[in-house]
Structures are given as structure tokens and as C-alpha cells.
């Protein structure tokens, strides 16, 4: 089923929060809610009611793919074009592709991370 923008937010805070070591907080404003790993931003969830968007970490080429196949994501917003995607309700937006793209995300912030920052677990 595809998402509302309130409910694409809460599937993504819900993933978020069940990964080992995941953090949250407000450093660049009180509209951006951000997620973070061993120090590093895996997602950020934009609380504006006018712009319901979440925005991952991608693999280049995944994130290629994934602006070519949904028109609800695009080039990441607020961070590096290249490795970062954001993602709007829309068309086959769903709360498992959701939870798919914070997973993998959060993997690929933990894989940059140095080992003595990892969390247990994890």
C-alpha cells in the first residue's frame, strides 16, 4: 500500500529506531530530525508539514535506479547529491521499500564508521 507523507515519516522513524546504536536529534534546525550511527547521518525526517520527506543514504547507482523508477524520490535534499536520495509519498512507496532504504542506509553509514565507534550488535 502506497504511504501518506505522515505515515512514509513514522515507518522510517520505526526502522530507524529498532537499529542498534541509533541515535536522534536536532543540531541544524527544529524541522530536521536526524538520525545518526556511531556518529555518522544515516537519515533525516523533515518535519514540515508543506514537505513530508525522508531523506537515506544511497549507493550511487541504487539511487540512480530508484529516482528513475519512482517520481517521489529524488536527488538528496540538504546533503551530497551522489550518495544521498529523498524520498516523498507517492506511487509504490511503501512501508517495507521505506524500511528497505533506512536498513541500507544505515549500513552504509556504519561501514564508513571506525570499528572502535560501532555499536554492539551491530
Do not use: C
Not at 536529534?25 to 513530508?52: H, M
Not at 547507482?61 to 551530497?80: F, K, Q
Not at 521505506?98 to 561501514?111: C, F, K, P, R
Request: charged letters at 25%; aromatic letters at 4%; a positive charge.
Amino acid at each position: 500500500m502506497t504511504l501518506t507523507g505522515v505515515r512514509l515519516q513514522q515507518a522510517a522513524r520505526r526502522a530507524a529506531e529498532a537499529l542498534p546504536g541509533t541515535s536522534s536529534g536536532r543540531p541544524f534546525t527544529e524541522k530536521l530530525d536526524v538520525y545518526k550511527v556511531a556518529g555518522k547521518v544515516f537519515l533525516i525526517v523533515t518535519d514540515d508539514p508543506d514537505e513530508r520527506i525522508i531523506t537515506v543514504k544511497a549507493d550511487p547507482e541504487h539511487g540512480r535506479r530508484l529516482r528513475g523508477s519512482h517520481p517521489s524520490i529524488t536527488a538528496g535534499r540538504y546533503l551530497d547529491k551522489t550518495h544521498w536520495v529523498s524520498v516523498g509519498a507517492g506511487p509504490g512507496i511503501t512501508a517495507a521499500l521505506v524500511e528497505n532504504l533506512v536498513t541500507d542506509s544505515y549500513d552504509l553509514a556504519l561501514g564508513s564508521a571506525p570499528r572502535s565507534r560501532r555499536p554492539e550488535g551491530a
